[in-house]
């Protein structure tokens, strides 16, 4: 399968500051990636699809202006926590769409803003 | 949007149990993939089922799209099985996945 590598997997910044977490698919062709949201001790939610060359399509109640994706190569894929906050704190999974019947997972960044 | 909810919400296992999870989604779906979330927030794909009924080791899931729920079950139980267990499931085409509320699953010796 496909391997996604993400990175950072773990940081710590201070509140007003931006934080750029990249996801890279490193052996496959990814028009489609995807970034999700984990709270402690619950489920992902979907933030936004990103699709290689075009904007991102954000899902309702995300702010694209806060979490600002770019799609610019088919390998690359990266999310800007703009102004991050503390309510921002969270762990961040990438993944590509490997066909209609699997995803690939980057192992995840944990944001935390102090 | 497509409503998943999974029970139980937790579970702890001795090593060697068996037991099963399960998955119901509020609308027809035409992709529905089981998910393995290690300690460490790994996800790692188990099945693609989004009808029938499929095997793998000790692992295996059933799907009854008419009735909208899933079974995923785990046999002889391992430590290195405890994790978060979800499924996820799609509508339309887009690869688009929409998450159950998972299942914590704790297998002790």
């Known amino acids: 399968g496909a391997v996604v590598s993400q990175h950072p997997s773990w940081v710590i910044c201070k509140s007003g500051t931006s934080v750029k977490i990249e996801c890279r698919s490193l052996?496959?062709?990814?028009?489609?990636m995807f970034w999700y949201r984990q709270f402690p001790k619950q489920s992902l939610m979907l933030m936004a699809t990103s699709n290689e060359g075009s904007k991102a399509t954000y899902e309702q109640g995300v702010e694209k202006d806060k979490f600002l994706i770019n799609h610019a190569s088919l390998t690359l894929s990266t999310l800007t926590v703009t102004s991050a906050h503390p309510e921002d704190s969270s762990f961040y999974i990438c993944?590509?769409?490997?066909?209609?019947?699997?995803?690939?997972f980057g192992a995840g960044t944990r944001l935390s803003v102090l | 949007g497509i409503q998943v909810e999974q029970s139980p919400p937790d579970l702890i296992l001795q090593e060697g149990a068996n037991s099963t999870l399960r998955c119901n989604f509020s609308?027809?779906?035409?992709?529905l993939q089981w998910f393995h979330q290690n300690p460490w927030g790994q996800l790692i794909n188990l099945f693609y089922?989004?009808?029938g009924t499929k095997q793998n080791g000790r692992l295996s899931a059933t799907t009854v799209a008419t009735e909208r729920y899933s079974l995923l079950y785990i046999s002889s139980s391992q430590t290195t099985d405890s994790g978060v267990y979800f499924c996820?499931?799609?509508?339309?085409?887009?690869?688009?996945?929409?998450f159950g509320t998972g299942t914590q699953l704790k297998v002790e010796l």
């Open positions: 996820a499931v799609g509508k339309g085409g887009g690869n688009k996945l929409t």
């Open positions: 052996d496959f062709q990814a028009t489609t």
């Open positions: 089922i989004p009808s």
């Open positions: 993944s590509l769409a490997g066909g209609p019947d699997i995803q690939y």
């Open positions: 609308d027809s779906v035409n992709n």
